[in-house]
């Protein structure tokens, strides 16, 4: 993850990246520029959030909220499942998730919702709506909780409602898994 401080002192020397404080790291992660954000409405289970620590810090994930009751670091089973992630990635605490939605939203961040609705769009058909979504702002992933999902007010702010398309007997994957595939497939069709 490179952080905003350290985009602003690059200095590009072959394949990686120089920073004045000596610091290095690939050249495909300082390429990273728009903030991502991660947001975990009320996850129950420690173990789905430590995945998603781990799989948001191979996405370049910028911060991850976690709100309401969603277990946070130092915990033994984010741990476990992190292995470490969660002592590196930047992550905040907040109370509510609509507060946090509008003021990303204010900041001009666009947020993306993963939930199955009527009108929500397969997450691979989305690149000619991305291209006039994006902001230079910042992107916020927003995944539900494992029971209920995202809630339709939330639903309403979202200024993109995505899906991941099912071809089982179940409508939906368990939400550390929906949130790889949808951070990846963030990263892949913004990002690169």
Partial sequence: MLNDRW????????????????????????MI?????LILPNIRSAHNVGAMFRTADGCGVTKIYLVGY????PHPKIAK??????QWMKWEMCGYLKPLVKRLKKKGVMVVALEQTGKSIDINRIVETWQCLV????????????VT??????????????????????????????????????MKQTFE
């Fill in 149 to 186: 999902g995202i809630p339709p007010h939330i639903l309403r702010l979202a200024d993109l409602v995505v899906h991941i398309p099912m071809h089982g007997m179940k409508e939906s994957l368990n939400v550390s898994i929906a949130a790889g595939i949808a951070m990846y497939e963030i």
């Fill in 7 to 30: 985009r602003k002192l690059a200095v590009f020397q072959s394949s990686t990246v120089c920073f004045r404080a000596s610091f290095y790291v690939p050249l495909h992660t300082a």
């Fill in 81 to 86: 499942v992190s292995l470490g992630a969660e």
């Fill in 33 to 37: 520029m728009t903030p991502f954000y």
């Fill in 135 to 146: 902001s230079p702002c910042g992107i916020a992933l927003i995944v539900g909780n494992e």
């Fill in 70 to 73: 969603t277990p946070a670091p």
